[in-house]
């Protein structure tokens, strides 16, 4: 059985990245994200769970676009998406605050999403990619 994808990915290929970087701490959500994310024709997806971890692939192989969950277990994200932003790799938020609470100015144009999401959220955020870089 073949997964449902949204019908805009037929219309733009090549329109997702090809290499993703997931940060997220929780196994499951992580899994689920990669699933999801391969089914969109996102050729290689990583999943670090801490912000060291994140730091090494990055080093070892720069993603095309990263995905970030703002909250792990007992760090935050951001030294990642100041990294990422240095080498102009676009990413996106992943959290589960409302607002900006402890949310760095410097990030407010970053895009977000918001967890739970639907899958034609996460698909939106990964079709516009290319406008979610450092410039």
Do not use: C, H
């Not at 701490?25 to 689920?32: G, Q, T």
């Not at 290689?44 to 703002?70: C, G, H, K, T, Y």
Request: charge should be negative; avoid cysteine.
């Amino acid at each position: 059985m073949k997964p449902i994808v949204p019908v805009a990915s037929a219309a733009v290929p090549g329109a997702t990245p090809g290499d993703v970087l997931i940060v997220e701490d929780d196994a499951i959500i992580a899994l689920d994200f990669e699933q999801t994310v391969a089914e969109f024709g996102v050729t290689s997806v990583r999943i670090a769970s801490n912000v060291a971890q994140a730091l090494a692939m990055i080093a070892e192989r720069a993603p095309d676009f990263a995905l970030l969950d703002i909250g792990l277990s007992e760090e935050k994200s951001f030294a990642v998406a100041r990294r990422l932003a240095v080498l102009k790799i676009p990413f996106a938020f992943v959290t589960g605050y409302s607002g900006d609470r402890a949310f760095p100015l410097e990030y407010s144009d970053r895009p977000r999403l918001s967890k739970p999401f639907s899958r034609d959220e996460l698909f939106a955020i990964l079709s516009d990619w290319r406008s979610g870089d450092a410039g």
